[in-house]
């Protein structure tokens, strides 16, 4: 009979979000310990110690690895590469249940030069570039191990770290790499785990090599003292490292900061005054291709107009061509824009947040990284020298029954031809163990003869004096760090700073940040004449011309000159308008002088029909006059009242039915300001009485009856008061003799020196 089951008689009520939490907390710390996170032992994430494991197991051992690493038939090593796709089917065939991409990718990474400092992969075929293409297909490309990944894994197989089944329970795997390789620090990591992450940019090995000597001469030795030995990171594409040193070492310190990185660059000269400015490499991280695509973004996007163009002629060296707009561009001034703008300047973030001896992740700062580093490899140096005690009481126990066979050859082989158990019988008469009679009963005859007295006894005082020592070293701390200082002597000579593995790629050379360079520096500072008719038409034509050709330039039917004055092509240009908003212009957008120009306000966002009332270049110190019709006004700094956007500012507010009137630059030398109105009254008072704003109403500089403010104008008392006298003589006159019409501010002012212009106007 069928035993059924009803299904929903399993299904247990659980409050949902208790049963969520649970559940998410079991992934969260998978994914923390076992997928994101590297062990600060080796370094190493659970897929890239499966890998190098797999192709170690496929004997794909690098030409000339170290003899501990190859095994133990001379004639089984293979040095040859094998295919990529076979490595990939064994690693998530017997350890790593994962997408075969995922793997794939991860095996790619070990192998680029440019992603790891030293590679602990031997690629043959396509395995990517540095512009961001893929490698090619697993089934194309071809691996081995390299010797880093040798060194890594030193000592696998002499009991220097535990092994756990794998996921299947079919093989074994180790649960960390024992080797003397300082790969954390010597080839960094990242990771994004859950709610936490690992950012750890690569070293140079033999700094970090000399920074745990250090540690193991002085275990107490500061931190700085461990700063002045790693200098900071150093990059696989080079790049200049540009922080301040207490910035740095601050990072280190705590285990947490950021590191600015640049480009390295140098000037060429073309001659004839021409030059282009070359970069050599590019910061970690940062694909060649991606950076050329920002570079001329910036050139077809007109954000960089001192920036001519930019050409890549990289091999295989990174040469990147940039040529400025002109040879008066200063060249630091467009490499700080570049750094500002692009990806020739970025900033590596520094979290060394590992797992540690006990899989729990923390964030650790320099010392504490390397102090637990040589702790694990005291933990496999004493291992080690165990495993060997072991097999060398092994091998003396052996040795032992053999010296005693060949004392009492005649009698064994007597034994063995005449008893029918002779393992018991030796057993019983030398007093030999079950090991030692099993293994003369199992010598074949022509190795008697090898059986000297000598020979065995020379082998046997080897491995008491081995014994001895390893005896020593296990019990010793001070001989423990003895032989690892020498062994790290011996790794460090293979990653020395002068050989061409090791040598240091990327500089520390401390640099401000990139300051922000005004629009006027990245334009070519040209003099042009700027005109702007009464519609409103405005232009630029090349050169200083002389002011007197407005009146003869052409103009549409109905149009005529309002505004002449010279400039240069690096100026912002302030328009202010009747409603009181200023607007800005640059000097170099101004359409050509050969047509009739632009309307202006296809430039800035002029209201309805407001009345232009002026226009003028700003610049860096000016000032500026500003009236309204009802009498009321201030002094204002030009800097104050430039406009960011099309819509300009509102400078002036005005009251009622009042309009901007007057809109004239102070020079540096006036001291009084002089006003007249409509009434045709003059009065003159001292410029300290008006105050300078950014923006308001002002204060009141005449009083009227009726009508309101025609003119102002501010100038140099001992230089008298100055109008034109009207008509095309071209003549002034000036008035010095002013007494009359020094009044306070708000006064209503006298009638004007005789001859002063009828229109009300000083000029």
Same mark, same amino acid.
């Given at each position: 009979?069928?035993?059924?089951?009803?299904?929903?008689?399993?299904? @247990?009520?659980?409050?949902?979000?208790?049963?969520?939490?649970?559940?998410?907390?079991?992934?969260?710390?998978? +994914?923390?310990?076992?997928?994101?996170?590297?062990?600060?032992?080796?370094?190493? @994430?659970?897929?890239?110690?499966?890998?190098?494991?797999?192709?170690?197991?496929?004997?794909?051992?690098?030409?000339?690895?170290?003899?501990?690493?190859?095994?133990?038939?001379?004639?089984?090593?293979?040095?040859?590469?094998?295919?990529?796709?076979?490595?990939?089917?064994?690693?998530?065939?017997?350890?790593?249940?994962?997408? #075969?991409?995922?793997?794939?990718?991860?095996?790619?990474?070990?192998?680029?030069?440019?992603?790891?400092?030293?590679?602990?992969?031997?690629?043959?075929?396509?395995?990517?570039?540095?512009?961001?293409?893929?490698? =090619?297909?697993?089934?194309?490309?071809?691996?081995?191990?390299?010797?880093?990944?040798?060194?890594?894994?030193?000592?696998?197989?002499?009991?220097?770290?535990?092994?756990?089944?794998?996921?299947?329970?079919?093989?074994?795997?180790?649960?960390?790499?024992?080797?003397?390789?300082?790969?954390?620090?010597?080839?960094?990591?990242?990771?994004?785990?859950?709610?936490?992450?690992?950012?750890?940019?690569?070293?140079?090995?033999?700094?970090?090599?000399?920074?745990?000597?250090?540690?193991?001469?002085?275990?107490? =030795?500061?931190?700085?003292?461990?700063?002045?030995?790693?200098?900071?990171?150093?990059?696989?594409?080079?790049?200049?490292?540009?922080?301040?040193?207490?910035?740095?070492?601050?990072?280190?310190?705590?285990?947490?900061?950021?590191?600015?990185?640049?480009?390295?660059?140098?000037?060429?000269?073309?001659? &004839?005054?021409?030059?282009?400015?070359?970069?050599?490499?590019?910061?970690?991280?940062?694909?060649?291709?991606?950076?050329?695509?920002?570079?001329?973004?910036?050139?077809?996007?007109?954000?960089?107009?001192?920036?001519?163009?930019?050409?890549?002629?990289?091999?295989?060296?990174?040469?990147?061509?940039?040529?400025?707009?002109?040879?008066?561009?200063?060249?630091?001034?467009?490499?700080?824009?570049?750094?500002?703008?692009?990806?020739?300047?970025? &900033?590596?973030?520094?979290?060394?947040n590992v797992l540690d001896a006990s899989n729990t992740p923390r964030v650790l700062g320099l010392k504490e990284v390397l102090t637990q580093w040589l702790a694990h490899q005291i933990?496999?140096?004493?291992?080690?020298?165990?495993? &060997?005690?072991?097999?060398?009481?092994?091998?003396?126990?052996?040795? #032992?029954?053999?010296?005693?066979?060949?004392?009492?050859?005649?009698?064994?082989?007597?034994?063995?031809?005449?008893?029918?158990?002779?393992?018991? /019988?030796?057993?019983?008469?030398?007093?030999?163990?079950?090991?030692?009679?099993?293994a003369i009963l199992n010598m074949r005859l022509r190795s008697l003869r090898k059986l000297e007295e000598m020979e065995l006894r020379r082998e046997h005082a080897e491995l008491l004096?081995?014994?001895?020592?390893?005896? @020593?070293?296990?019990?010793?701390?001070?001989?423990?760090?003895?032989?690892?200082?020498?062994?790290?002597?011996?790794?460090?000579?293979?990653?020395?700073?002068?050989?061409?593995?090791?040598?240091?790629?990327?500089?520390?050379?401390?640099?401000?940040? =990139?300051?922000?360079?005004?629009?006027?520096?990245?334009?070519?500072?040209?003099?042009?004449?700027?005109?702007?008719?009464?519609?409103?038409?405005?232009?630029?034509?090349?050169?200083?011309?002389?002011?007197?050709?407005?009146?003869?330039?052409?103009? @549409?039917?109905?149009?005529?000159?309002?505004?002449?004055?010279?400039?240069?092509?690096?100026?912002?240009?302030?328009?202010?308008?009747?409603?009181?908003?200023?607007?800005?212009?640059?000097?170099?957008?101004?359409?050509?002088?050969?047509?009739?120009?632009?309307? /202006?306000?296809?430039?800035?966002?002029?209201?309805?029909?407001?009345?232009?009332?002026?226009?003028?270049?700003? +610049?860096?110190?000016?000032?500026?006059?500003?009236?309204?019709?009802?009498?009321?006004?201030?002094?204002?700094?030009?800097?104050?009242?430039?406009?960011? +956007?099309?819509?300009?500012?509102?400078?002036?507010?005005?009251?009622?039915?009042?309009?901007?009137?007057v809109v004239h630059a102070i020079a540096a030398s006036a001291d009084s300001i002089a006003v007249i109105g409509e009434n045709r009254k003059l009065l003159i008072f001292p410029l300290?009485?008006?105050?300078?704003?950014?923006?308001?109403?002002?204060?009141?500089?005449?009083?009227?009856?009726?009508?309101?403010?025609?003119?102002?104008?501010?100038?140099?008392?001992?230089?008298?008061?100055?109008?034109?006298?009207?008509? #095309?003589?071209?003549?002034?006159? +000036?008035?010095?003799?002013?007494?009359?019409?020094?009044?306070?501010?708000?006064?209503?002012?006298?009638?004007?020196?005789?001859?002063?212009?009828?229109?009300?106007?000083?000029?």
């Amino acid at each position: 009979m069928t035993d059924f089951r009803d299904p929903f008689d399993s299904i @247990k009520n659980h409050p949902f979000d208790t049963a969520l939490s649970e559940r998410y907390l079991v992934y969260a710390l998978s +994914t923390i310990t076992a997928r994101s996170l590297p062990d600060l032992r080796d370094g190493l @994430k659970p897929v890239h110690r499966r890998l190098l494991w797999a192709m170690r197991l496929l004997r794909l051992e690098p030409s000339g690895a170290a003899p501990d690493v190859l095994v133990a038939n001379p004639a089984r090593n293979n040095t040859s590469y094998k295919k990529c796709a076979r490595v990939v089917g064994d690693v998530i065939g017997k350890y790593h249940p994962h997408g #075969d991409a995922s793997v794939y990718d991860a095996m790619v990474r070990l192998a680029q030069d440019f992603s790891l400092r030293t590679p602990l992969v031997d690629g043959q075929g396509n395995f990517g570039n540095i512009d961001g293409d893929n490698a =090619a297909a697993m089934r194309y490309t071809e691996a081995r191990l390299t010797q880093a990944a040798a060194d890594l894994m030193l000592g696998l197989d002499e009991g220097t770290v535990d092994f756990r089944p794998t996921y299947n329970g079919e093989e074994e795997e180790p649960e960390v790499f024992p080797g003397l390789f300082p790969n954390l620090l010597a080839n960094g990591a990242a990771g994004i785990a859950v709610g936490m992450a690992t950012s750890i940019p690569p070293h140079n090995v033999a700094e970090i090599i000399d920074a745990a000597t250090l540690l193991i001469e002085q275990p107490s =030795a500061e931190h700085a003292q461990l700063m002045e030995i790693v200098r900071g990171p150093d990059m696989p594409t080079g790049g200049v490292l540009v922080d301040s040193a207490s910035t740095i070492s601050d990072a280190y310190e705590s285990g947490r900061g950021s590191l600015r990185v640049r480009a390295k660059w140098h000037q060429e000269d073309e001659g &004839r005054g021409q030059w282009i400015a070359v970069i050599t490499e590019i910061p970690f991280q940062v694909q060649k291709s991606k950076l050329i695509e920002q570079i001329a973004a910036l050139i077809t996007d007109k954000k960089l107009p001192i920036l001519a163009d930019v050409r890549d002629e990289s091999d295989e060296e990174i040469r990147i061509v940039l040529e400025p707009r002109a040879r008066t561009v200063e060249v630091d001034v467009l490499m700080d824009s570049l750094f500002r703008l692009t990806d020739l300047e970025t &900033r590596f973030s520094l979290n060394m947040n590992v797992l540690d001896a006990s899989n729990t992740p923390r964030v650790l700062g320099l010392k504490e990284v390397l102090t637990q580093w040589l702790a694990h490899q005291i933990d496999v140096l004493v291992r080690r020298a165990q495993h &060997r005690l072991d097999k060398i009481a092994a091998r003396l126990e052996l040795l #032992d029954g053999y010296i005693i066979a060949y004392l009492n050859l005649d009698r064994v082989i007597e034994i063995i031809r005449t008893e029918d158990e002779p393992k018991d /019988v030796m057993m019983a008469e030398f007093g030999l163990t079950d090991r030692q009679a099993e293994a003369i009963l199992n010598m074949r005859l022509r190795s008697l003869r090898k059986l000297e007295e000598m020979e065995l006894r020379r082998e046997h005082a080897e491995l008491l004096e081995e014994r001895d020592d390893l005896e @020593k070293l296990v019990a010793s701390k001070d001989r423990q760090k003895t032989r690892l200082k020498k062994d790290l002597a011996a790794l460090r000579k293979r990653y020395a700073p002068d050989s061409e593995l090791g040598k240091r790629r990327t500089a520390v050379e401390e640099a401000a940040i =990139a300051r922000e360079i005004p629009l006027e520096a990245m334009i070519e500072r040209e003099p042009i004449t700027v005109l702007l008719s009464q519609r409103g038409w405005i232009r630029a034509m090349k050169g200083h011309v002389d002011l007197s050709a407005s009146e003869t330039a052409k103009y @549409k039917e109905g149009d005529g000159p309002l505004f002449a004055f010279h400039a240069q092509t690096t100026d912002k240009l302030l328009l202010a308008c009747a409603n009181g908003r200023f607007y800005t212009l640059g000097a170099d957008k101004l359409p050509g002088g050969r047509g009739f120009g632009e309307p /202006v306000r296809l430039m800035v966002d002029l209201d309805g029909d407001t009345e232009i009332v002026a226009l003028l270049p700003a +610049t860096p110190d000016g000032k500026m006059l500003l009236a309204a019709s009802d009498g009321r006004g201030f002094v204002a700094a030009m800097g104050d009242v430039i406009a960011e +956007t099309r819509k300009g500012k509102q400078v002036v507010n005005l009251k009622g039915k009042a309009k901007l009137a007057v809109v004239h630059a102070i020079a540096a030398s006036a001291d009084s300001i002089a006003v007249i109105g409509e009434n045709r009254k003059l009065l003159i008072f001292p410029l300290a009485e008006l105050p300078q704003m950014a923006r308001g109403q002002g204060v009141t500089l005449q009083r009227y009856r009726d009508g309101g403010l025609s003119d102002a104008i501010a100038f140099r008392m001992e230089e008298g008061l100055s109008w034109a006298m009207g008509g #095309d003589s071209g003549r002034t006159r +000036t008035e010095t003799d002013l007494a009359l019409w020094r009044v306070a501010r708000g006064a209503a002012g006298r009638m004007p020196p005789v001859g002063f212009p009828r229109n009300n106007r000083f000029g």
